[in-house]
């Protein structure tokens, strides 16, 4: 399985009045580190999508055990769990300090300009 790190440290704007990280960011975060995941394999989403591969959500779960909070320093952890001619499966941990704030998961199908679903590229189905 291919996994990915990276860290991200809370920013004020993304926190709501009670000082903890919006649940709405968790979502970005899970994008921030699936592209970074990307690039790690050589290629960029703007790569993909000027080869006309494009890559949308279909699906995508969030389960909250921790609240992060103003100025912490998080790990996101992203794993490629599975893979299948057109959808990729990818599986998120959030940390901070070792310990499990959030676990996620989300599922991407490829499609071409017109929103029919193609083939992943090859080095995407390894």
């Known amino acids: 399985m291919t996994t990915g790190e990276i860290t991200i440290r809370v920013r004020y704007a993304e ?4 000082g903890l990280l919006h649940h709405a960011n968790y979502l970005v975060y899970f994008e921030q580190a699936r592209t970074e995941l ?33 100025d912490d320093l998080l790990t996101v952890r992203t794993t490629v769990v599975k893979t299948t001619m057109v959808r990729i499966d990818h599986r998120y941990e959030v940390l901070c300090e070792g310990q499990l704030l959030a676990e996620g998961s989300s599922t991407l199908a490829c499609v071409d300009r017109d929103g029919r679903p193609q083939a992943l590229p090859e080095f995407l189905r390894g």
């Open 38 to 70: 990307l690039r790690e394999l050589g290629l960029t989403y703007k790569d993909m999508e000027d080869k006309g591969f494009l890559l949308v959500v279909t699906k995508v779960e969030v389960h909250f055990r921790r609240p992060a909070r103003y």
């Open 15 to 18: 926190t709501d009045r009670m």
